[in-house]
């Protein structure tokens, strides 16, 4: 029961939920009941503990929308993520400095197994609302794992001034970031089901865009965010004038894509078709094998048979905007491989309408606030129900609307060149870091740690 109250608590500690700065310490009591007789399954309930907190958003999304039948994917997601931790813990269990590293490369693997990456659940986002973020800068999100799972191997040794640069993280002054562009961000607040039926959102948009134009007409760039419309309107020019329009497109070309158009100066200048896909929910893997288990859940919930969408092959910015789509937020390399082909602000589009009432969508968007630290970019955000905001080269929101009322957002940015250490290097640092930790942690050493 205490291992589970603590994987609780672990999962308090990371977004949306505001207690960042306790997470080193459910973690330090967890490396110290890891050293027990009992640890792999002190590490399953710490886990089932962390996941069935800290992704709880799924069953409550999922029920509104589809039903009962909706919670079903919950129960073995997070059993094999408690899994996971047991099975790390049965390893390395009793060797504090190897768990660190072992640690670190469960969550490089987590977010690279292929078509089942899944990079929810890393500690370093405990540190997305404290300034010291900006370390994220240095080796992206896993350093500052890293930094959070130090600490409380620090505390485990008793070296309690650990908590002092700890502290000082959540004290770091930060410089202001002045942006001289303005974007328009647009939020139509459409429901996602409705939309799967046919309802058409293109007038909802085009009022207001042109409502938003009229009221700001010094908005440079207008962002309408992930499948906004099935087509760009005709007669774009004529109330865009030299603009940029950055939106979302459901496109159909060999199949279903979810796709980003730039259109500037009359005519498509670029597009970008998402890569990244969320799995059993844009394509569905090894259909062949459990295409009787997809055909059920498909009736059921009154969707018909639906198709794969078709991932993009090429990863590039559209002009200077390094353009993604929704789940691809929280996977970094992709707004980093954005900057290294020359993005010069970051722009996300999404439609986080399917999580409902939950906390996913915040949780969602707090992940992919730390792209903009990890890249040295504005980030743009449009959101069909929200999260719609802009957020500063520093991890900082400047502007954000109300979640899920239509509505249009004018947002300050600048475009941004120069590469950070993260994306020169990318995680090899942190995660060479980490297979020496691995190694030297397994030495035979004194004590529990």
């Keep these: 029961m ?18 960042g700065w306790l997470a080193p310490l459910p973690l330090a009591l967890l490396l110290r009941i890891w050293t027990g007789p009992r640890r792999t399954r002190a590490a399953f309930l710490a886990g089932l503990g962390f996941w069935g907190v800290h992704l709880v958003w799924l069953p409550q999304s999922f029920t509104t929308m589809f039903g009962s039948l909706g919670a079903l994917p919950f129960v073995p997601m997070i059993a094999a993520e408690a899994g ?9 269990g009793g060797r504090g400095l190897a768990l660190v590293g072992g640690w670190l490369l469960l969550d490089y693997l987590r977010a690279n197994l292929g078509v089942l990456a899944f990079p929810w659940g890393d500690l370093g986002y405990a540190l997305t609302d404290a300034p010291g973020r900006m370390l994220a800068a240095l080796g992206g999100v896993h350093l500052l794992t890293l930094v959070v799972l130090l600490t409380a191997y620090a505390l485990t040794r008793g070296r309690y001034l650990a908590l002092l640069p700890w502290a000082l993280l ?9 942006g001289g562009e303005r974007a328009l961000l647009v939020q139509g607040a459409i429901d996602p089901l409705a939309k799967v039926r046919g309802v058409n959102a293109e007038r909802r948009y085009l009022e207001l865009t042109r409502a938003g134009l009229a009221a700001n007409p010094e908005a440079g760039a207008v962002i309408w965010p992930e499948t906004a419309v099935p087509r760009l309107p005709d007669g774009l020019e004529a109330w865009l004038g030299s603009r940029a329009l950055v939106a979302g497109v459901a496109a159909y070309e060999g199949g279903y894509r ?32 459990l295409g009787w288990i997809y ?3 498909f009736d059921a919930f009154g969707l018909g048979p639906l198709a794969d969408t078709v991932a993009g092959t090429r990863i590039e910015p559209l002009g200077p905007y390094g353009a993604y789509v929704c789940y691809e937020s929280v996977f970094p ?7 290294r082909e020359g993005a010069r602000v970051l722009v996300n589009v999404s439609n986080d309408a399917w999580f409902g009432p ?17 890249t040295g970019r504005w980030l743009l955000r449009a959101g069909n129900d929200g999260i719609t905001a802009v957020v500063d080269p520093y991890g900082r929101v400047t502007a954000r609307l109300e979640r ?26 942190v995660f060479l870091l980490a297979l020496g930790l691995l190694l030297f942690g397994r030495a035979p050493r004194r004590g529990p740690f």
């Design 2 to 19: 205490a291992a589970f109250l603590l994987g609780a608590a672990l999962a308090l500690s990371l977004p949306p939920f505001t207690w």
């Design 333 to 339: 390399g992709m707004a980093r491989r954005l900057v």
């Design 358 to 374: 939950s906390f996913g969508a915040a949780q969602h968007f707090a992940m992919g606030r730390l792209r903009a630290v990890e």
């Design 170 to 178: 959540w004290l770091w002054p930060l410089p202001q970031a002045a």
């Design 258 to 289: 979810n796709r980003v158009v730039w259109w500037q100066d009359g005519g498509v200048r670029a597009v970008y078709d998402k890569h990244r896909l969320v799995p059993f929910g844009e394509f569905f893997p090894w259909r062949p094998v």
């Design 404 to 429: 899920g009322r239509p509505g249009v957002l004018v947002g300050a940015y600048a475009l941004l060149d120069g590469r950070t250490p993260y994306v020169r290097l990318g995680e090899a640092p």
């Design 295 to 297: 055909g059920y859940f």
């Design 84 to 92: 996971f931790w047991a099975l790390l813990v049965y390893l390395l």
